[in-house]
């Protein structure tokens, strides 16, 4: 028994750095500021969850199944801590099942995969995402409202990807399927991208002309009446004008393409113009496989035109003051002058990124053009979920926790692509680069822990 669990720990080390890094951050948290002492440990003073709940949709928030878990849980700061240690341990460990464990048969993808360098990259990246952005409205307020949807969106995508290949799932996986849409879609931006996921799965059904399973329908149904909720919610009406009125009154005045302008320049600020290390690596990565692939030169220089930007902000912009001018940081402003060229390169840059990535991704998957339609469209749905950031006036107040989801669609898909590249990358790529690789990527990630743990400390 004993050397069957000492067995057990050996196999699944990365997964417990991430549970003690996780351990670290926690124990230091003071919960001192922001929602959780200001807002929510206040909400329950003689009131019942029901009566509480039903005050917020109408007067503020749509959110009534994410604050049924948290505001009894502000009132008990060490069990959120317990629980929070546990959602961020369980995230890599189900995307490491969603993209390493389960042979993907049905897309023809390589089975054979090393299992445990599968779960030090996947823990790695997970060690890379800044959780200091989870302090933002407070700690408990902002992870049970971005970071705990994320692990349902990872279980019912699990899930999704499990009916794909057997056609069904337990009755017991598939009700906690149903508990897990039910909370992760009354995140607005979960719940649309959980309905371009199950579009996605009923569209692979259909085209293997298949009907498709229950559960799937059950959970587009789920979706549909909190995406329903949410527009109808009179409290989220009565919430913008507030917001409008004490941050931004311009935000009024804003035509459909500058709130556009505004949520993409944003994401340009946050993940190149700020020299992001996640998209960094991720740009990097999807270059270097590309020229793996296709020993093309102009192929190559294509795919690493997100590199070129990300360089151009990190080198040429503090080269001279000129290059100011070209390689600008947009501000967090909401003000534009259209008629200043400079105002457009950040959309430019961002533009020109995305398409770069998009080539060096069909690069990689031109011989499956239903799989890189798949990614494509999640990758869209990603940068939708940080555009849409435009059409509220909280856009920076909200600061970078939207972007949570970028985030780990970015992870997932350079991921899936090293996956797909596996046996070619251990042909071709000498054991010394490969090791100095893994040496880089975890200076990243101490970086990182020792970043958010002092962000822990002082926040």
């Avoid at 500021?33 to 969850?49: E, H, K, N, P, W």
């Avoid at 995508?157 to 290949?165: E, I, V």
């Avoid at 692509?417 to 690789?437: A, G, T, Y």
Wanted: charged share 15%; proline share 4%; with cysteine.
């Amino acid at each position: 028994m004993k050397e069957k669990i000492q067995k057990v720990f050996r196999q699944n080390i990365p997964f417990v750095v991430v549970f003690v890094a996780a351990l670290i951050w926690h124990l230091v948290i003071k919960i001192s500021a922001g929602d959780d002492v200001v807002y929510f440990q206040t909400l329950m003073d003689g009131r019942s969850i029901w009566e509480i709940l039903a005050h917020r949709y109408a007067t503020w928030s749509s959110r009534m199944a994410i604050e049924f878990v948290l505001i009894p849980l502000v009132q008990v700061p060490w069990l959120w801590k317990i629980l929070d240690i546990i959602v961020f341990t369980l995230i890599p460990v189900l995307l490491y099942r969603l993209l390493f464990l389960n042979p993907e048969k049905y897309l023809d993808m390589e089975c054979n995969i090393n299992k445990t360098a599968g779960k030090w990259l996947v823990c790695a990246f997970m060690l890379l995402y800044p959780f200091s952005d989870m302090v933002s409205a407070g700690w408990i307020a902002t992870t049970v409202n971005y970071l705990w949807p994320l692990l349902g969106l990872l279980y019912i995508a699990l899930l999704l990807q499990k009916l794909a290949q057997k056609g069904h799932v337990h009755w017991y996986e598939g009700a906690g399927g149903v508990v897990s849409c039910i909370f992760c879609s009354s995140q607005e931006q979960v719940a649309a991208i959980l309905l371009v996921l199950l579009f996605l799965a009923m569209v692979y059904s259909w085209r293997r002309k298949k009907s498709g399973s229950l559960w799937i329908y059950g959970y587009a149904v789920i979706d549909v009446i909190s995406l329903f909720t949410i527009l109808r919610c009179p409290g989220n009406g009565i919430r913008s004008m507030q917001e409008v009125e004490g941050r931004m009154p311009e935000f009024a005045y804003f035509s459909v393409w500058e709130k556009i302008y505004m949520g993409a320049a944003n994401i340009e600020r946050i993940f190149v113009a700020q020299v992001n290390s996640i998209f960094l690596i991720v740009s990097a990565v999807l270059a270097v496989l590309v020229g793996l692939k296709t020993k093309n030169l102009i192929k190559t220089l294509l795919s690493s035109v997100p590199v070129f930007c990300i360089l151009g902000y990190a080198l040429i912009r503090t080269g001279h003051p000129w290059y100011e001018k070209i390689f600008i940081i947009p501000k967090q402003i909401a003000e534009w002058n259209f008629k200043d060229p400079a105002n457009w390169f950040p959309v430019i840059f961002l533009i020109v990124t995305v398409a770069g990535m998009s080539y060096a991704l069909f690069c990689l998957m031109r011989e499956k053009l239903e799989t890189y339609f798949y990614t494509i469209a999640i990758l869209g749905v990603g940068l939708a979920s940080g555009i849409v950031m435009g059409f509220s006036p909280t856009i920076y107040a909200s600061a970078d926790r939207p972007y949570i989801y970028l985030y780990f669609i970015l992870m997932a898909v350079c991921l899936f692509c090293i996956r797909q590249m596996r046996r070619q990358i251990r042909k071709e790529v000498p054991v010394l680069v490969l090791n100095m690789s893994a040496v880089i990527l975890g200076l990243f990630c101490m970086v990182n822990i020792a970043e958010t743990l002092w962000m822990c400390h002082i926040m």
